[in-house]
């Protein structure tokens, strides 16, 4: 036995619609989850998280290859697999006549959990995704943001060892993300494996030990987020504050391809790929007049992710 919550490999969905050429969502892809970490499924729209999290879920058969979830394969073994997990989907909704509260206890009693546990893990998750003021409200009356931590938030009240989210965050402003975010790690902190997907890198970033990014079903990169960063691209990011016109530094840094070449009031932004570039284009800002201060950062995952996509886009 290994010590993976998750384990897919070489997974196939192929979407056949009549009159439509069959759609390859996840073309054979193959990662593990270790057990108690955060792992985030990333891709631009279309890329086919969602559809790998329906076929983890039992949601949606594969079309090939193997998965199972603590041990019980999702073809062969679905309600094995469904009593390890829960499940917020992208398109989930809460119940929107019942206040808060009662959407809570409804999704415990489904789940055969009532009375005095329910009430004390209500007390436990409405702690944690600050939500305590809320609990009365009805649902119909909570803004989009609030309605998705409350969905996101009601699954944490079962405890189901794997929680898979789609999109947690998706239409929270950013206190709402931030008490998201937090509980989360929290949750995670406490022995469960948390499978996300997100197309904000800054929230992979935050979150997940490891990741997978993909773009139309295929493996563009994965590993740690450190590995993903290093994956033979080390970008970095130039500023340049100039004295003047900064138009009149741009031919020179042309010269070197730069990723990207922007500029905003006096200062030019480039990203370039490698440590000579870096260099060569120091040795620009030493000797001219123009430059008056500079500052490098190391590539954030976003740029490495457009990178990533662009490229394999490239090719194809
Ligand atoms: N039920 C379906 N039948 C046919 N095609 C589908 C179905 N569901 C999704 N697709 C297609 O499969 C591809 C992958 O979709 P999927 O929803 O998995 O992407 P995603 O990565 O979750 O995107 P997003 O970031 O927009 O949520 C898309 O081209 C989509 O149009
Ligand atoms: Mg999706």
Same mark, same amino acid.
């Given at each position: ?5 998750i384990s897919v490999s070489n997974l196939i969905k192929i979407y056949t619609r009549r009159r439509d050429t069959p759609l390859r969502a996840v073309d054979g892809i193959s ?9 985030? +499924? $990333?891709?631009? !729209?279309?890329? @086919?998280?969602?559809? &790998? ?25 679905? /309600? ?7 499940? %917020?989907?992208?398109? !989930?909704?809460?119940?929107?006549? +019942?206040?808060?509260?009662? !959407? ?8 055969? %959990?009532? @009375? ?22 009805? @649902? ?24 898979? /989210?789609?999109? =947690? ?6 206190? !709402? ?5 937090? =509980? ?22 935050? $979150?997940? *030990? ?10 563009? =990169?994965? @590993? ?16 340049? &504050?100039v004295a003047g016109d900064p138009e009149r530094l741009l031919p020179r840094l042309r010269r070197f391809k730069p990723q990207r070449l922007e500029v905003s009031r006096?200062? %030019? ?7 000579? &570039? ?9 000797? *001219?007049?123009?430059?008056? *201060? ?13 990178? /990533? ?8």
């Amino acid at each position: 036995m290994s010590s993976s919550a998750i384990s897919v490999s070489n997974l196939i969905k192929i979407y056949t619609r009549r009159r439509d050429t069959p759609l390859r969502a996840v073309d054979g892809i193959s990662f593990e989850v270790p057990q108690g970490t955060i792992f985030g +499924l $990333l891709g631009p !729209n279309g890329a @086919g998280k969602s559809t &790998t999290i329906k076929v983890l879920t039992t949601l949606l058969p594969p079309t090939s290859g193997r998965v199972s979830v603590l041990g019980h394969d999702v073809t062969t073994d679905p /309600l094995s697999v469904r009593k390890q997990i829960c499940v %917020v989907l992208q398109e !989930n909704a809460i119940e929107l006549f +019942l206040s808060v509260q009662d !959407n809570f206890r409804t999704f415990a009693r489904f789940h055969g %959990v009532t @009375g005095a546990a329910a009430e004390k893990a209500m007390d436990r998750v409405l702690e944690l995704f600050s939500l305590r003021d809320a609990r009365k409200e009805t @649902g119909i009356d909570l803004s989009g943001g609030m309605k998705r931590r409350v969905q996101v938030a009601k699954v944490f009240m079962v405890e189901k060892p794997v929680v898979f /989210l789609d999109e =947690a965050t998706t239409g929270m402003d950013t206190i !709402n993300k931030r008490a998201t975010i937090e =509980a989360v790690r929290e949750e995670a902190a406490r022995g469960r494996t948390i499978v996300l997907t997100t197309h904000m890198l800054e929230e992979a970033e935050e $979150l997940c *030990s490891s990741v997978v990014i993909i773009n139309h079903g295929k493996i563009v =990169a994965q @590993g740690t987020i450190d590995d993903v960063k290093a994956m033979g691209l080390r970008l970095f990011n130039i500023s340049l &504050t100039v004295a003047g016109d900064p138009e009149r530094l741009l031919p020179r840094l042309r010269r070197f391809k730069p990723q990207r070449l922007e500029v905003s009031r006096t200062t %030019v932004h480039l990203t370039v790929q490698d440590e000579r &570039t870096m260099h060569a284009i120091l040795e620009i800002v030493r000797r *001219s007049k123009l430059v008056r *201060s500079f500052e490098i950062t190391n590539a954030s995952l976003e740029d490495v992710f457009v990178e /990533l996509i662009d490229k394999k886009d490239g090719a194809a």
